[in-house]
């Protein structure tokens, strides 16, 4: 039994962008859905698919983005709140990330948005991810 699978879903993205394959699978979770939704609406990926497996398994096939010179759109992608230590950010701190060059993704009562909807929102709520 997986205990953190946001971790998992961006190690597995992060491990296929290195290896500059097409294609990721994820394990499926609704807050696993909320992330690539962000990733996507941010264009850090291409798209994504929830695939229904044996036993009622779901797996998740994502997309990857890359540039003409066969770059990867995510430079980097961490895992920021933990299951060991939870990390949450009141509104007035979410603005920015890399000078606006990064997303700062959040899970809040509005759902799992990003930083500069957060912001606008006027939300706070725990740092999932950031990604740039």
């Known amino acids: 039994m997986m205990n953190d699978?946001?971790?998992d879903a961006l190690t597995r993205i992060r491990n296929a962008a290195?290896?500059?394959?097409e294609v990721a699978t994820l394990l499926h979770?609704?807050?696993?859905?909320?992330?690539l939704n962000v990733l996507l609406q941010k264009e850090y990926i291409a798209g994504f698919k929830v695939i229904d497996g044996q036993?009622?398994?779901k797996t998740i096939q994502?997309?990857?983005?890359?540039?003409?010179?066969e770059k990867s759109a995510i430079n980097e992608i961490v895992?920021?709140?933990?299951?060991?230590?939870?990390?949450?950010?009141?509104?007035?701190?979410?603005k920015n990330f890399?000078?606006?060059?990064?997303?700062?993704?959040l899970s809040t009562n509005k759902g799992i948005i990003a930083n500069d909807e957060a912001f606008a929102a006027n939300v706070g709520g725990e740092v999932l991810c950031t990604v740039w």
């Not at 290195?18 to 394959?21: K, N, P, T, V, W």
């Not at 890399?98 to 993704?105: D, F, L």
């Open 98 to 105: 890399k000078n606006g060059y990064g997303t700062i993704i």
């Open 55 to 57: 036993n009622n398994k």
């Open 18 to 21: 290195m290896r500059r394959l």
């Open 29 to 35: 979770s609704n807050t696993v859905v909320g992330v």
């Open 79 to 94: 895992r920021v709140s933990k299951p060991g230590r939870r990390v949450y950010k009141p509104a007035s701190e979410i």
């Open 5 to 7: 699978l946001i971790a």
């Open 62 to 69: 994502v997309e990857l983005k890359y540039d003409d010179k």
